[in-house]
């Protein structure tokens, strides 16, 4: 099975920034999209960037301009760059691959509150 451990989540003032990470490991082969989604209260899950493994990268019209997804250096890593963070963005975030995998890591809370 693979595994995902997304971390960096804190609560921030709105306007804040934060740089969330993501490692996967386990029985992988390869992911060709990654991506980043969020739930938050009461909402569905949403996929609000991903990425290709050629470094094509694509996001949700609630997030673009603000948010950055990148891959590391290091294999199976993946990185999530928020900046001019709103209230409407306080969510769980997660990283799994896109279509996403039967597996999901516990997330990373993220909170945006003045």
């Known amino acids: 099975q693979v595994q995902f451990v997304e971390s960096g989540g804190d609560s921030v003032q709105p306007g804040g920034s934060l740089r969330l990470s993501c490692a996967a490991s386990?029985?992988?082969?390869?992911?060709?999209?990654m991506g980043w989604y969020r739930q938050g209260p009461g909402k569905q899950r949403e996929l609000v960037a991903h990425?290709?493994?050629?470094?094509?990268?694509n996001y949700s019209d609630s997030v673009k301009g603000r948010f950055t997804i990148s891959r590391g250096n290091a294999k199976n890593t993946v990185y999530l760059e928020m900046n001019s963070l709103k209230p409407g963005d306080t969510a769980v975030y997660y990283c799994?691959?896109?279509?996403?995998?039967?597996?999901w890591g516990q997330g990373t809370q993220v909170t945006v509150s003045s």
């Open positions: 799994n691959a896109v279509p996403s995998f039967r597996y």
């Open positions: 990425i290709t493994r050629d470094g094509d990268t």
């Open positions: 386990g029985t992988i082969f390869g992911i060709n999209r």
